[in-house]
């Protein structure tokens, strides 16, 4: 079993629509959760760190739950540019990210 | 820039040949990561480094990749006696301890391909 497991997608909507990925974490002693995207064959950048309490940017959303072990990522009003491959992150010691395969999201006109 | 820099961007090599990549972090960060993405899937983790100690390393680092930072700034990855199965794309990040979770900077990666 993966460590990281996220639906690899894609994930194809209309502008404006709302849309929502999730993804589950085996390693119950992971600290710190984060979402990445990554544009195609560019390198990844932090999109938002994920809290226990859960965080919000703008139009993205993001949740923890440390007692299922799952994560999850909203974003609403989608907009084109928002067409990437979005990865889930869990830390293993020493600041080590340990990322899923990740969801691609396409955003259509 | 100030961001991560990492060179060349792309390598071609033949089988068994040797490869050497160069990453230079953000100049006041003393942590660096190397990754290694294929397609389709997430970047692995493949070693860290605080300043010049090379704190971990993973079961993908086989004994043909060897990683150094010898002065704690740059560092340099190097494949040996390279495999088909070796291509990918090759990240470096860097990071700087902060009170909280200290974010990773990734660089632009390394392409390589094995023939």
């Known amino acids: 079993r993966k460590e990281v497991e996220q639906d690899p997608g894609p994930f194809n909507v209309p502008e404006g629509a709302t849309v929502a990925f999730n993804c589950t974490y085996s390693n119950s002693a992971s600290q710190s959760f984060f979402w990445y995207r990554q544009d195609c064959r560019k390198e990844p950048k932090l999109l938002m760190s994920?809290?226990?309490s859960g965080n919000e940017d703008g139009r993205f959303t993001a949740q923890l739950n440390r007692a299922s072990q799952y994560i999850s990522l909203l974003i609403r009003d989608s907009k084109l540019s928002d067409s990437a491959t979005y990865l889930c992150?869990?830390?293993?010691?020493?600041?080590?990210?340990?990322f899923g395969t990740g969801t691609r999201l396409l955003v259509s006109p | 820039d100030t961001g991560v820099s990492q060179d060349p961007r792309h390598k071609i090599t033949k089988r068994g040949q040797n490869v050497t990549f160069r990453c230079d972090p953000i100049?006041?960060?003393?942590?660096l990561y190397w990754y290694r993405q294929t397609l389709g899937q997430g970047p692995e983790f493949l070693t860290y480094f605080q300043n010049e100690a090379q704190l971990e390393k993973s079961r993908l680092l086989s004994d043909r990749f060897s990683a150094e930072r010898p002065k704690g700034s740059f560092s340099t990855l190097e494949i040996q006696r390279t495999e088909q199965g070796d291509s990918a794309m090759y990240l470096c990040?860097?990071?700087?301890?902060?009170?909280?979770?200290?974010?990773?900077?990734f660089g632009p990666g390394t392409r390589l391909t094995v023939l």
């Open positions: 994920v809290y226990s």
């Open positions: 992150v869990v830390t293993a010691g020493f600041q080590k990210l340990v």
């Open positions: 990040a860097s990071s700087l301890p902060g009170v909280d979770l200290d974010e990773q900077f």
């Open positions: 100049s006041e960060h003393n942590r």
